[in-house]
């Protein structure tokens, strides 16, 4: 029973993070259309400026607030330069681009950093919280991973559902020639969601780098569990994103447990492969229906 | 001051013109219809207005300012409302999130108020928190209607508002289209395949056919011209 609470915490913090990738892949693919490849390597960048910063006696939260900051930066910098041109060619353009982007990325991390593994401070306690007897696998650490995905999560609810800046962001997503004659600057909208992904991915970079460790390609492995996330949650929903990100924790905690750590990208394989063969939609996309 | 004016507008889709040499004018607070066949460019001559599609050729001004080459967003900003055919409501918002959408390059004292909307469009009210996937066809028709005049536009430019719609609906649609032209001064381009209706309500029409203007005058003046009326106009 312990080992079973134990794998379920770990996977609900670990899911937690999955579904911060997931998130930021669907911020981007709703409104461009674009599976961004580079997400984990721009959110490794991040986390490394972040990384510089607490190196150089800078505050962790200093270092945080960087980090997200220049997430947001990288991201509009790259869909302003980037993405704008490719996106309307052929669907595999920007596939190609982005996955340059993860390259060129590391590559560049390697470069001014050092291709060897750093460390990250974590500010709070990664010792398990003791309860009775049994030391939990859940610390204070993961407490604050779930308090700060929490508040992003519910920002960017409340941004999306109660500020027109929201409302123009969603409509330029939905339908950006409609948005368009109502007034809409669709391509600034389109920036900001970059930059927003940017923020987000770099809050999931940053909270898993204590664990994991700096090296330049940390991020691969979140990135492909985030992006399993995504597809179970069908791409297009947030809500999905987080609950896809939830399964995919859970399911990876447990194979990891009960049937070995070295299987636990296979279970992710697994996972895709399930969801894409039942729900090729994902479990949270509504097949869009038209009415005549 | 001067009305909307078109002149020498023409457009190419590829080595294909589509408008040649396209020049009216809009009166101000009246209604134009634009009449014509399928194909005939009504709807390619909206789409340049508003710079949707770049015009080879010619200039759209409203009264003192040029429309030719500007941005969508900053056509809408000089007061032009265009509402698209196939009614370009967004499904995934609710009906108010539509409206509210219209109104969002306004001031906040410059925007009209729901209340004013949902006396034009009772239907409306009642689907206020609804999505507008929901709706039917005339409801979304008024909805995407009363979401341009959230901004109090000058300019309103229809297409094909009737498309769809049951003969008694399109009556009413026509109805509040002619008192809001009248009450509140706005300058219409009501572009029909349904001629008849049109002609109604309108104080000029328009004809075209391949791309050219075949006549521009008064709508009894079209209305009367049985030639006319049979070889473009269907009726």
């Known amino acids: 029973m312990q080992r079973f609470v134990d794998l379920t915490l770990n996977g609900v913090t670990n899911g937690m993070i999955y579904a911060v990738v997931a998130l930021a892949l669907v911020l981007i693919w709703r409104s461009t259309g674009v599976l961004n490849f580079a997400q984990g390597a721009m959110a490794m960048f991040t ?35 980037i993405v704008r041109r490719v996106e309307n060619g052929p669907v595999l353009n920007p596939v190609i681009v982005t996955l340059g982007l993860l390259v060129v990325l590391e590559a560049l991390a390697g470069i001014i950093w050092g291709g060897g593994l750093r460390s990250f401070p974590a500010y709070f306690s990664q010792l398990g919280v003791v309860v009775g007897h049994d030391r939990l696998a859940f610390s204070h650490f993961d407490l604050y991973v779930m308090v700060a995905i ?3 999560l519910v920002a960017l609810v409340v941004l999306f559902r109660f500020t027109s800046l929201g409302l123009r962001m969603r409509a330029s997503a939905f339908a950006p020639d409609v948005a368009r004659l109502l007034g809409v600057r669709v391509g600034r909208m389109l920036t900001l969601g970059w930059a927003l992904a940017g923020v987000v991915g770099a809050l999931a970079g940053a909270l898993v780098a204590p664990e994991l460790l700096l090296s330049p390609n940390y991020m691969d492995a979140v990135f492909i569990y985030g992006f399993t996330a995504a597809v179970v949650g069908g791409l297009q929903s947030p809500l999905g994103a987080v609950v896809g990100g939830l399964v995919v924790g859970l399911v990876l905690a447990y194979v990891g447990g009960y049937l070995g750590s070295t299987l636990e990208a296979l279970g992710a394989l697994a996972i895709l492969m399930v969801v894409l063969m039942a729900r090729p939609q994902g479990i949270f996309t509504r097949v869009a229906q038209r009415q005549v | 001051m001067a009305g909307l004016t078109v002149s020498g507008l023409s457009v190419d889709y590829g080595h294909v013109a589509a408008l040649v040499d396209v020049s009216f004018e809009a009166e101000l607070g009246a209604i134009t219809a634009v009449l014509g066949a399928n194909g005939a460019g009504k709807t390619t001559l909206l789409r340049a207005m508003t710079g949707l599609v770049r015009p080879r050729a010619g200039t759209i001004r409203f009264g003192d300012k040029d429309l030719t ?154 209305a009367a011209d049985a030639q006319l009326r049979h070889h473009y106009l269907g009726f």
């Open chain 1, 150 to 152: 929490v508040t992003v």
């Open chain 1, 47 to 81: 986390t490394y400026i972040a990384g510089a910063i607490v190196e150089h006696r800078g505050s962790y939260w200093l270092a945080i607030a960087v980090a997200l900051g220049s997430g947001a930066v990288i991201g509009a910098v790259i869909e302003r330069t």
């Open chain 2, 69 to 222: 080459g500007r941005r969508v967003e900053d056509v809408v900003r000089c007061g032009v409302a265009h509402v698209p055919e196939g009614r370009g409501v967004i499904e995934e918002l609710t009906v108010e999130e539509n409206l509210r959408l219209g109104s969002l390059w306004r001031s906040r004292r410059t925007r009209r108020g729901y209340d004013e909307v949902f006396e034009l469009f009772p239907a409306l009210a009642a689907r206020r928190h609804r999505h507008a996937s929901t709706l039917s066809g005339g409801e979304r028709q008024s909805l995407a209607v009363a979401r341009a005049l959230m901004a109090r536009p000058e300019v309103l430019l229809l297409d094909e508002p009737s498309l769809g719609l049951a003969p008694i609906v399109t009556g009413q649609l026509m109805r509040r289209l002619a008192s809001l032209s009248r009450d509140e001064g706005i300058t219409v381009v009501l572009v029909e395949q349904n001629a008849r209706s049109a002609l109604s309500i309108a104080s000029a029409a328009v004809v075209l056919n391949l791309g050219r203007v075949v006549v521009a005058d008064r709508p009894q003046v079209v």
